[in-house]
């Protein structure tokens, strides 16, 4: 069994492929990797389980991303966006 220390993520790419590997043990990431891989089969591929609970996948190298911290300035930025995408939906509901 393995520590939490030792459940890691590993993403590998080089600069030649357009795929990136992914490595991991979180359980959130192979939740999501496992719904990416049943919407998305030729972007998102299953290589292998590990035994030890970790799983392997190959994916299109842009879905790899790397952002911003989610401030609470950007938090509210959003949900004002959303807001106002959610009254223009309504208001094209009603015509």
């Known amino acids: ?3 939490k220390g030792e459940k890691e993520t590993i993403i ?3 600069e030649l492929e ?3 590997t992914v490595y991991t043990h979180n359980s ?6 496992s719904s990416m891989r049943q919407e ?4 998102c591929v299953f290589l292998r389980e590990n035994g030890d609970g970790g799983v392997t996948y190959r994916i299109d190298k842009n ?3 790397v952002r911003k911290p989610y401030d609470e300035q950007r938090r509210e930025k ?3 966006r959303a807001l106002a995408d959610n009254r223009i939906l309504n ?5």
Request: proline share 3%.
């Open 1 to 3: 069994m393995r520590t």
């Open 12 to 14: 590998l790419f080089d």
């Open 18 to 20: 357009d795929t990136a």
């Open 28 to 33: 959130r990431l192979k939740s999501k990797l």
């Open 40 to 43: 998305y089969p030729d972007h």
């Open 63 to 65: 879905m790899v991303s």
């Open 78 to 80: 959003d949900r004002l």
């Open 91 to 95: 208001t094209r509901k009603e015509v």
